[in-house]
């Protein structure tokens, strides 16, 4: 199905997951300004379907998940600052929405991670690679200043020390390392990388949607700045799992010793 006005972004509904690829495997699956736009409007799809429970993010190919911006449009897209400063909205814009969706995202990641594709992995909920995979963030390299969204969302990830390193060194990094940092969550053999990814998604869509979106609220809350924490956003969210429809499933289910069927309500 086509939800964007690029090739290069394949958007596909299988069930209850929702896929979203990165298909650029030319270039390594860098990013061009309308693949982050075409991102942002899949995404925003994909929030407003019910049937859509996880979102899966992936790179076409063998070779990489994202490598980064497509510098073959810096001369043209970031060459002035006017000019970068629309490129980074577009692109924040479209990490953002990933970040903030309503519902659970899995980055399935083979090959390289690099720069904007190490960002995409941190706006997910959860990173899952394969051996040989490698990651860094090459912007002092390029000179290239990193916005202070960037720079948080990997912090809260891996860690203030973990995060200098990344980018101090810009150098690469193993799949064994960024397990260790906690950069990823799980590491696979390549070929069950997607099994897993799959097998992972469905067992998540399999539960209470209400809980999963409160615990993801809640989760972003936690990290804010106290000032800035919504509370009552908090207590809102886990008052309506109680008085929800799948509460009393849940309940209905387990007594009965079956598997509960949740519908979100």
Known sequence: MSLSKTEKMIALKDGAIGWITFNNPARHNAVSMVMWEA????????????????IVVKGAGEKAFVSGADISEFEEKRSSPETTKVYNETAQKASRALKEVNKPTIAMIRGYCVGGGVSTAMACDLRIASEGSTFAVPAARLGLGYEYEGIRKLMDVVGPSFAKEIFFTARQFTAAEALAMGLINRLLPVDQLEPYVRDYATTIAANAPLTVSSIKTIVAEALKDESGRDKR?????????FNSADYAEGRQAFMEKRKPKFTGR
């Open 39 to 54: 991102l942002y409007d899949i995404v925003s799809d994909y929030a407003q379907d019910d049937a859509i429970r996880v």
């Open 233 to 241: 956003l908090c207590q809102e969210v886990v008052d309506r799992c």
